[in-house]
């Protein structure tokens, strides 16, 4: 009996898994920049913290439904200088994907060589934005056992933490866009709410 408490107790856990709200562009953490550096060895707290914020990257609802790439830590209210990377070659809907947490980035170099490209973002899921940014990066950061890293970044991976690392900074995409557009996963999501609604209203 006490086994069959205990198996219900670990589901019930499961299927409500405690993650954050991401928070919206009108949110001043957004704009804020934040300073605390992630400290090593890395106390309960921040663990804690850390483990939350995977879930909600994994877990996250709405338009991009399981599918965000990276978050950084003042997306939801943390004020510490560190964001998650999703592996982002894997099937988007898998949530066992390997995700690291890159801590205390640094953008040491950039080339002069630019690129546009389009962006999304957790906290603006309405639109897409495309924004112009150096093509590779040098980086230093911490990984999750403090360990230093210094790596040369291109393509895609370099755009991932320019953007990331300028939410640590208080910059958010719209900020720096060159043009914006309605993101076309919004709409769908839009489109599968409104079906949703006249289904119950049935
Ligand atoms: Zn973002």
Redesign the pocket.
Same mark, same amino acid.
């Given at each position: 009996m006490k086994k069959f408490v205990f198996k219900k107790t670990l589901k019930s856990i499961k299927q409500k898994a405690d993650i954050y709200n991401i928070l919206s562009q009108n949110d001043i953490q957004l704009t804020t920049q934040v300073k605390k550096e992630v400290i090593f060895p890395l106390n309960q707290e921040v663990e804690d913290q850390i483990d939350k914020l995977v879930d909600t990257l994994r877990l996250n609802k709405g338009v991009y439904e399981k599918r965000g790439v990276a978050i950084?830590a003042n997306?939801v209210g943390l004020d510490l200088r560190f964001f998650l990377l999703a592996d982002y070659d894997a099937n988007p809907f898998d949530i066992q994907k390997r995700i690291l947490t890159i801590c205390n980035p640094q953008i040491l170099d950039k080339s002069k060589e630019t690129s546009e490209e389009e962006e999304g973002?957790?906290?603006?899921p309405e639109q897409v934005a495309f924004v112009t940014r150096p093509i590779s990066i040098l980086v230093e950061y911490q990984n999750i056992m403090g360990k230093k890293i210094k790596q040369e970044l291109s393509g895609l991976q370099a755009r991932i933490f320019q $953007?990331?690392i300028d $939410?640590l900074d208080g910059i $958010?995409?719209l900020q720096r866009a060159n043009r914006v557009e309605v993101n076309p996963l919004y709409v769908q999501y839009q489109n599968k709410q409104k079906a949703l609604q006249n289904q119950k209203e049935l």
């Open positions: 950084a997306q973002c957790l906290s603006i $953007h990331e $939410h $958010h995409m």
